[in-house]
């Protein structure tokens, strides 16, 4: 539906975007995420036409839509903070972007719809000030639903809540999302929770997409060490490829591994993530040797802290709580190779 090609955006001498390629796919929940800094916010303005780009188009079903105004391209757009109008209610600012010709009965009805939409049936008479975060975000999201927008922009609405309100107004907002089949792009630099809701995640880095596909893809499939360590915990090491399948891993030794792509010689970065690696029954003498450092217990799962190996190289490992070891001995890792991945070193 929109389709976002060679973007860039300039302020003065700042790089913001570099270049950004996206296609987002009508009806799905898009994500866009990314360290504080690579072009979240920028990208999301240009997409709004809040904010003018240096070069690249933004296509719409085809049509160049780069030099629309905000007005002309039909989104609604909801940000971190508030930014309700605190001195009128909450129906006053729902019905805020609505139009002028429209009927008070009609504007009132809408109103209500959206207010039972967004989970706030009779709120309408109450200031901003009289709600909590999370009720102040549905408003939010109402207010920017009223004018029934092709596109929905969301810059990390859920940010300043706090965890459980988050977390509950995120499946609320997914619900809403596919109830109304409204296109929708949110920015987040929570990646949990973006592979929580998105059907589809951009990870952005220095003002560029640097890799984007379902959630599953991109956790199972990264192309790169930033994407494997930006999404979920990975374990990155310096290795090398020793031969064709054998990587040395540094302070580890060789292990196999699929090293298709690499030259022999080539130093590479192996990545595994903590659920993958596997501790060894007691007495069996594979893999690798190695001490609990510190342990986290997280609830379902409990993470380790390990120096694993000759080199005592620090692993993350996620072992399901009923099968964490129960005493700080010493113990085996064994890191399956078809769970290691290599990456080009950056
Ligand atoms: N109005 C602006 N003037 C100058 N620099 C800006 C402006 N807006 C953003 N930037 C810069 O552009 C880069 C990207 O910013 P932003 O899009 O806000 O990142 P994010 O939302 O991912 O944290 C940052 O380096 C930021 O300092
Ligand atoms: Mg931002």
Redesign the pocket.
């Known amino acids: 539906m929109l389709s976002v090609q060679g973007l860039s ?1 300039r ?2 001498a ?4 570099d270049g950004v390629d996206l296609e987002i796919e009508r009806g799905a929940f898009t994500c866009l995420i ?10 999301l ?1 240009v997409l709004a036409g809040l904010e003018p780009a240096t070069s690249g188009v933004v296509l719409s079903e085809g049509r160049d839509i780069t030099g629309l105004s905000a007005a002309a391209r039909g989104v609604g757009m909801v940000f971190q903070s508030y930014a309700l109008f605190p001195n009128m209610t909450v129906s006053q600012n729902i019905a805020f972007g609505l139009s002028r010709k429209t009927s008070p009965l009609v504007r009132q009805r809408r109103v209500d719809e959206l207010l039972q939409m967004v989970g706030l049936p009779g709120f309408g008479a109450r200031r901003p000030v009289q709600l909590s975060g999370g009720q102040q975000q549905r408003v939010a999201i109402a207010r920017a639903l009223a004018p029934e927008p092709r596109v929905l922009l969301l ?1 990390e609405p859920l940010s300043a809540l706090d965890p459980q309100v988050r977390e509950r107004l995120r499946g609320e907002l997914k619900d809403l999302q596919r109830r109304l089949g409204v296109t929708t792009v949110m ?1 987040t ?1 929570d990646q949990a929770e973006a592979l929580a809701i998105a059907d589809h995640i951009a990870v ?1 880095r220095a ?1 560029r997409v640097e890799q984007s596909g379902a959630p599953q893809d991109i956790y199972d499939a990264p192309t790169s060490a930033f994407v494997a360590g930006f999404v979920g915990a990975m374990n990155l090491l310096p290795a090398r490829v020793s031969a064709a399948g054998v990587v040395e891993a540094a302070g580890l030794g060789s292990m196999a591994a699929a090293t298709a792509g690499f030259a022999i010689g080539e130093a590479v970065q192996l990545g595994i993530r903590p659920e993958a690696i596997v501790l060894a029954p007691p007495g069996m003498a594979d893999g690798v040797g190695a001490r609990i450092h510190r342990r986290e217990f997280l609830g379902a799962v409990v993470r380790l802290d390990v120096l694993a190996g000759v080199g005592a190289v620090p692993l993350l490992v996620d072992v399901p709580a009923h099968c964490a070891p129960l005493s700080d001995d010493a113990l085996r890792l064994v890191l399956p190779p078809q769970r290691l991945r290599l990456f080009a070193v950056d």
């Open positions: 955006k302020f003065g700042a790089v913001a975007l990314g360290p504080s800094g690579c072009g979240k916010t920028t990208c303005r810059d920015v630099h952005m003002g």
